[in-house]
């Protein structure tokens, strides 16, 4: 759910585990596409969060959006 960047399902903070696996099974093999994928959804989110917490961007973002897909 959008400004808020919440689950709709479950209402937890976006991406949640269902959607992570969602999305690790989407780009099964295309580990690159899906970091650039959430690169891109974490700018649109950035600029929505920041907008939405009174021009404070709230913290962990890059852990949240992009840090869990990142090869270990």
Excluded at 42 to 63: I, K
């Amino acid at each position: 759910m959008k400004p808020a960047w919440r689950c709709r399902t479950c209402g937890i903070a976006w991406p949640c585990s269902a959607a992570k696996l969602r999305l690790l099974g989407e780009y099964r093999g295309r580990r690159d596409e899906l970091i650039e994928h959430l690169r891109q959804v974490q700018a649109e989110a950035t600029e929505e969060l920041t907008d939405l917490h009174g021009g404070t961007p709230p913290g962990n973002l890059t852990e949240r959006f992009t840090g869990w897909a990142q090869a270990r």
